[in-house]
């Protein structure tokens, strides 16, 4: 099969949200990149979106104003959770590719639904996971080819933050809050990636704050056809914790900071008594022109590629829901 052609052009993306993490991390991505620029950002708060405009140098306005416009081919999609389904469908149907934040529903029907909405009006739709285009994953990935580590029985991930401002969106239960579908589906999503798309959940516990009405913490096992076995942990109410671990019959590898690695961090991959350096890489840069390419190069849900990771992304939202629906009836769920 060839490859497909070079691509050129510059992708003009509008910000639905003015969310911190779009300020700190995603629209400087943007404007650095060569192949993006940020056309306008949007708010419900105008003094929000005048402030991000001022610093990235573009328009302000409002949420269907933004879909409105002629000069966006993409929307960056940063709202909270409960949100997400409504404007990815509005941005959608407004003829614009979408760039949403993880996960991209709190259910799956509406994540199923999505999905095929963006294949049927010919455009692209991703969560913003970004640790999957960092290389150190595809290396591991090698590695368990290679046989290295012997047949592999079993794998561990965790994400675990301290705790969050009282206010913190992510503590609203109104909004989609939570610590399952904020920091859990790391772990699940790199379990997909690294066991395959036939895991299930067979058990699973939340500690839940009654007050809030979110769960602040978690666990969950998970298997898949073969018998390997995944155990994940997620909260936040810890030390900080962002590694996943993986055990064969031949040896075991770790691999710290897996998920949100800086640009200029040098991973590590250790792989019993030996510490194999490896390569830093800007995962938000490499996230960024992905999607870019991928649209300058015509691709819409259908691409077979494009298509795998909307498979992915429906996945992750279905073995939240498993695991959610497994603690309130067949696990431990806390107050």
């Known amino acids: 099969m060839s490859a497909e052609p070079a691509v050129t052009g510059v992708v003009r993306f509008g910000v639905l949200g003015c969310a911190s993490f779009a300020w700190r991390r995603m629209l400087p991505a943007l404007r650095a990149h060569p192949r993006t620029e940020v056309a306008a950002v949007a708010s419900r708060e105008p003094a929000k979106a005048a402030r991000f405009a001022a610093e990235f140098r573009c328009a302000a306005t409002g949420y269907d104003e933004l879909l409105g416009r002629d000069d966006i081919d993409v929307v960056y999609l940063p709202l909270p959770l409960a949100l997400r389904p409504r404007w ?18 709190l259910r799956p029907w509406d994540a199923r639904r999505l999905v095929r909405l963006a294949a049927n009006h010919g455009l692209l739709l991703r969560d913003n996971f970004l640790f999957p285009h960092h290389p150190q994953h595809a290396q591991v990935r090698e590695l368990l ?38 920091v859990g589906v ?15 959940v067979v058990g699973a516990s939340l500690l839940v704050d009654d007050r809030r009405g979110v769960d602040v913490a978690g666990q969950a096992l998970l298997v898949t056809k073969d018998g390997v076995l995944a155990t994940i942990g997620f909260g936040f109410e810890h030390s900080y914790e962002c590694s996943y671990s993986l055990h064969g019959t031949a040896a075991a590898a770790r691999l710290d900071r897996a998920y949100t690695p800086p640009a200029d961090w040098r991973p590590v991959l250790r792989i019993e008594d030996e510490a194999v350096p490896l390569e830093p890489a800007d995962q938000i840069a490499a996230a960024v022109g992905s999607f870019a390419d991928a649209v300058l190069a015509g691709r819409s849900a259908r691409h077979p590629a494009e298509a795998r990771w909307c498979a992915h992304a429906v996945r992750t939202v279905e073995l939240a829901e498993q695991v959610r629906e497994m603690a309130i009836t067949g696990g431990w769920r806390v107050a």
């Open 145 to 182: 080819a290679a046989g290295r580590l012997g047949r592999l029985r079993a794998f561990h991930g965790s994400f675990c933050i301290p705790p969050l401002p009282p206010h913190d969106v992510r503590y609203r239960r109104e909004l989609g809050g939570g610590a399952l579908l904020d």
């Open 88 to 105: 990815i469908e509005a941005a959608l149907r407004a003829g614009k590719h979408v760039l949403a934040e993880k996960p991209l529903a």
């Open 186 to 200: 790391y772990p699940l999503r790199a379990a997909q990636l690294l066991l395959g798309g036939d895991i299930r």
